[in-house]
């Protein structure tokens, strides 16, 4: 039976799980990654990791609500301020988000068809729901910040919502539109996305 933990050490174990994570699920997928292997990088036994979560794709869900909650806070935050073009700021926002998918191994490999294929038979509709609805809370506080400038178009954050998963989930055809075309192709959906949606 695994050990107890202070609270401190769940922190910081908690802590070496998402990291470890991140870098196993990148290099070898989720499919490829096991409890027991988290388990033994993270410096716990198997039984141990249950402590902390129910399954591997626990974790995962845990990491993906982790990415994505750093990306909105530093998003809501350039998006706050005062711009001469706001249209250029959402851009450049956007296309550092999309930047940062090609960099990063766990964004990469997310965004694959056989990855993403594999999580939406696993997730459950709570999880499902749950990233949907943090996502419109979030378009919420855009469309609140955008009202405030005198900027908004479009009053409607699940519209909103829609709009910029659609454009992550591009990634998931990059070969189907080739790689050559990819990044304009990304580019004039960004420019014609973003000129509905607000004002200069």
């Known amino acids: 039976m695994p050990r107890g933990f202070t609270e ?9 799980l998402i990291t470890v994570g991140k870098e196993a699920f990148g290099l070898y ?10 388990a033994k990088q993270s410096g716990i036994s198997k039984g141990a990791f249950y402590q902390f979560f129910t399954s591997k794709e626990e974790l995962y869900f ?3 609500r982790s990415y994505e909650t750093e990306q909105q806070q530093q998003m809501f935050e350039i ?28 964004l990469k490999r997310l965004l694959e ?13 709570e999880q499902l729901d749950e990233a949907m609805e943090a996502d419109v809370d979030f378009a ?3 469309v609140e910040a ?20 659609a454009i992550f989930f591009l990634y998931l055809h990059k070969e189907d539109i080739g790689e050559e075309a990819f990044p304009r192709v990304v580019d004039l959906l960004l420019d014609s996305s973003i000129e509905r949606l607000i004002e200069k």
């Open 79 to 106: 998006l706050s301020q005062k711009s001469e073009n706001e249209r250029e700021l959402l851009k450049s926002v956007l296309k550092g988000i999309l930047d940062q998918v090609d960099r990063d191994p766990f």
């Open 146 to 165: 955008w009202r405030l400038k005198g900027k908004l178009k479009i009053d409607d954050p699940k519209l909103i919502t829609g709009v910029l998963r």
């Open 113 to 125: 068809k056989k990855e993403i294929e594999y999580l939406w038979q696993k997730f459950t509709p």
């Open 62 to 64: 845990d990491i993906i």
């Open 29 to 38: 997928g989720i499919k490829k990654t096991s409890v027991e292997d988290l």
């Open 140 to 142: 919420t506080q855009l």
């Open 8 to 16: 401190q050490e769940k922190k910081n174990i908690h802590k070496r």
